[in-house]
């Protein structure tokens, strides 16, 4: 438990930007100010103005109360968070993986899309075909919501060497990531595993797939996950995915 406070208090204080880098800790936590000023005995504005820099930015002692914090009320939660922390401090060896990173800001999965070339499918239609004004909206929300890492897989090699735990640690510090699956045939075997998975990625991707299976796309549209195709080849994907929040 220690070496995760450690490792967050670090990250925060060797930040460029003190207040923003507590904000995104938070946001990885999935923990409202108010919790936060709550357990710190603190007013949410206080919080507010750390994490925007209209205070000048905290000494270690209010950083360091600031993620026990965190820490604790994650642990309240059920600590999911904590324990996704210390698979990637300690990680399992698994040669599916090719790339896992936690990007030093977040990036709307919009521009995102733009980096990888990726190309979104909505449920058995195309993104060209939604007319409805409410799906319109519905797809905005989520190109502009935010994620915080990505995760690539060789999907054959996830497929024979992987069990269900070891799927669990693809998620590195969060889920609010992008699952990247590559030498995908049809989809099909990716979206069925995050199917009756307990926990779900923010935007799955599919890299190297022929033909877009129709199960994918229904799985994708009942979850409610964009579902991304890339035909940009593994090495230039990586390098572009490494260049991410550099």
Do not use: C
């Not at 998975?197 to 229904?218: C, E, M, N, T, Y």
């Amino acid at each position: 438990m220690e070496k995760i406070k450690v490792h967050i208090i670090g990250d925060i204080v060797l930040s460029d930007n003190i207040g923003k880098s507590m904000k995104k800790w938070r946001e990885m936590f999935n923990i409202p100010q108010i919790y936060v000023a709550r357990y710190l005995d603190l007013s949410p504005s206080v919080i507010s103005d750390y994490e925007t820099g209209r205070r000048k930015n905290p000494g270690v002692n209010i950083v360091k109360r600031y993620v026990d914090a965190l820490v604790e009320l994650d642990k309240e939660n059920g600590g999911h968070i904590i324990r996704a922390l210390q698979k990637v401090l300690n990680p399992p060896s698994m040669k599916a993986i090719l790339q896992i990173r936690e990007y030093r800001d977040p990036i709307a999965i919009k521009e995102f899309l733009n980096i990888i070339d990726g190309k979104i499918a909505v449920g058995n239609r195309k993104i060209s075909k939604i007319s409805k004004s409410s799906e319109i909206q519905e797809l905005e929300n989520k190109l502009n919501s935010q994620i915080f890492g990505h995760t690539v897989v060789d999907s054959i090699r996830a497929i024979l060497e992987m069990d269900g735990q070891d799927f669990l640690n693809l998620y590195g510090w969060t889920t609010e990531r992008a699952l990247i699956f590559t030498n995908v045939s049809s989809g099909r075997s990716p979206m069925v595993a995050i199917r009756v998975s307990s926990i779900k990625p923010r935007l799955v991707v599919l890299q190297g797939i022929f033909h877009l299976d129709k199960l994918a796309l229904k799985i994708a549209e009942i979850e409610g996950i964009p579902l991304i195709i890339t035909k940009l080849n593994i090495d230039e994907l990586l390098k572009r995915l490494k260049g991410i929040s550099n």
